[in-house]
């Protein structure tokens, strides 16, 4: 039974809910509980360990009321978030834990799963630590490798953000602050001049490349950049352009650019965070890219606004007809609107069975791995795995059965700041083959996933702490190429006996 005031958040940074009061359960609870409702700004933390820590233990070690330790891998695992949220609403009545079902609100239950979560992470990583080498070679489940660095830091990179191939093997790789490198063998050898300007402000700047499957025969190459607003330099949106390279010597300049997507200028804002980007083909005549959600939470469920959404357009930047908002009325960017509901995309991929996958940012906890379908909604911010920055509740990550809205195949708890997302493809990791590799900032790791359809198979941690992972991407050799920030170097992995 809660019987203190819990501390009130004042001054908060992080996303508040726009939720409303759940007051009718109240009278239903006795006189001296003071309930959790969904509008209260408490500390998750603080409830905790007020509240469980004197049987569960601060760091989730248990001990206290004949409990067990959560640190361990069997119930650190995506497929225990119901059944712990049930256990804590409803209780443990024959093993001596009460049900929080009338004293809080499902918000903060959730939140409590959350604060549980990043415990367990916290415990295991202290533990088992990350992966590490032995003479040189990493053991992972199915292939062991090497990591070999390609660019070092005396190779000039700035906040890189992405890389993609030409055929004949030279690499191309963008800055953040608006350049584009050219790359041979472990050396930049020339950058690309004639760029379009970008803002950069916050999290934009130029972001995305991808070179065309048929470069060889018609030379288009695609950038995803914020662009600044005409008359406000300070502001900006994604936008996605297409041009041809002009080599003169080791340089080459940018010529011919078309504009694939942009959208209404009225949109472009100076908010610095949550610009989306990345670039892929399917192979069929299109292309999908992503705008972030600009800090506008509810704005992604918007269809009239481009703000959180997945689009398709044409390779020319021309609206498909089977597009599934093609012909709803509105701003330009709507028609090419294939999916919404998102919050930040940092990664995107068609696997090698022609589904299209994100992964993306949540707040604090709850990043996903979503299959992609025409039309879906996925959920931001109604729906979400995560709790505010301010250690607050935020959402239940589970739709009423009147909120048609899509799920992740995969969650990660605490968030990775997921970044970066490709498939294994070619011969050098053949038991990798058709799995998604896909990178984290804050969690400096790459992770391989392995999906049936669109369910998990298999997760494992690949690599861990080397720096913040902005793309991860099958080279044209098979060996998975890793672009970091800080340091700001390009390795990869490639096979070891
Ligand atoms: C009076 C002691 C006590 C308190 C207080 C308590 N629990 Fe429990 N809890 C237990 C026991 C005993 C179990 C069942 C044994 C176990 O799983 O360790 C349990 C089980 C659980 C489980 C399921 C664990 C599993 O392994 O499946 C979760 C999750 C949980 N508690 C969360 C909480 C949270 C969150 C709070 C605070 C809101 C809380 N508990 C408060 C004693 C307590």
Not at 154 to 160: A, H
Not at 218 to 235: L, R, V
Not at 393 to 403: D, G, I, L, N
Not at 450 to 476: A, F, H, N, W, Y
Request: charged share 20%.
């Amino acid at each position: 039974m809660i019987t203190r005031i819990y501390s009130i958040i004042v001054g908060s940074i992080g996303i508040i809910s726009c939720s409303t009061l759940v007051g009718s359960k109240d009278t239903a609870k006795p006189e001296s509980a003071t309930k959790i409702t969904d509008g209260q700004q408490v500390s998750v933390s603080q409830l905790y360990n007020d509240t469980c820590s004197k049987c569960h233990g601060v760091n989730a070690e248990g001990g206290g009321g004949g409990t067990k330790s959560l640190i361990n891998f069997d119930k650190y695992d995506q497929k225990w978030d119901k059944p712990f949220f049930d256990t804590i609403k409803n209780g443990a009545p024959n093993m001596g834990m009460e049900a929080y079902g009338q004293t809080m609100s499902e918000k903060a239950i959730w939140a409590l799963v959350v604060h549980l979560r990043e415990l367990q992470a916290k415990g295991l990583r202290a533990q088992f630590g990350s992966p590490k080498p032995s003479g040189g070679v990493y053991s992972s489940k199915r292939h062991n490798f090497r990591i070999e660095t390609i660019l070092d830091q005396s190779q000039g990179l700035k906040t890189p953000w992405a890389i993609d191939w030409l055929p004949d093997g030279k690499m191309l790789v963008t800055n953040l602050p608006g350049t584009m490198f050219i790359a041979e063998g472990s050396k930049v050898i020339g950058k690309i001049e004639g760029l379009p300007a970008t803002a950069t402000i916050g999290q934009g700047g130029l972001m995305d490349v991808a070179v065309h499957p048929d470069y060889a025969n018609n030379g288009w190459i695609y950038i995803a950049y914020a662009e600044p607003k005409a008359d406000d330099p300070k502001a900006g949106l994604t936008k996605i352009v297409r041009g041809k390279l002009k080599f003169t010597g080791k340089n080459a300049q940018w010529t011919g650019q078309q504009t694939v997507f942009e959208a209404d200028q009225q949109f472009y804002t100076s908010a610095g965070i949550h610009f989306g980007s990345r670039i892929v083909f399917d192979g069929k005549g299109h292309v999908f890219f992503v705008v972030g959600e600009r800090g506008g939470n509810m704005l992604a469920q918007e269809l009239g606004n481009p703000f959180g959404k997945i689009y398709r357009t044409n390779e020319d930047g021309s609206i498909p007809a089977d597009n599934p908002f093609a012909k709803q009325p509105g701003p330009k960017h709507v028609g090419a609107i294939w999916s919404y509901g998102h919050r930040n995309p940092q990664g995107l991929v068609i696997d090698l069975a022609g589904n299209l996958w994100d992964t993306e940012h949540a707040p604090r906890g709850g990043d996903e791995v979503n299959m992609i379908a025409k039309g879906s909604n996925y959920g931001w911010p109604v729906i979400c795995f995560g709790i505010n920055y301010n250690d607050s509740p935020f959402q239940v990550p589970w739709p009423t059965a009147s909120q048609k809205m899509s799920m992740p195949t995969f969650r990660w708890l605490p968030s990775i700041g997921a970044c970066g997302l490709d498939v294994v493809r070619g011969n050098a990791f053949p038991q990798w083959k058709g799995d998604l590799v896909a990178g984290g900032l804050s969690g400096q790791n790459v992770d391989r996933i392995r999906v049936s359809g669109d369910k998990l198979v298999e997760r494992e941690e690949l690599i861990q702490g080397m720096g913040r992972v902005r793309d991860v991407m099958t080279g044209p050799d098979g060996n998975i190429y890793v672009v970091l920030n800080q340091p700001d170097i390009v390795i990869r992995l490639a096979p070891a006996k």
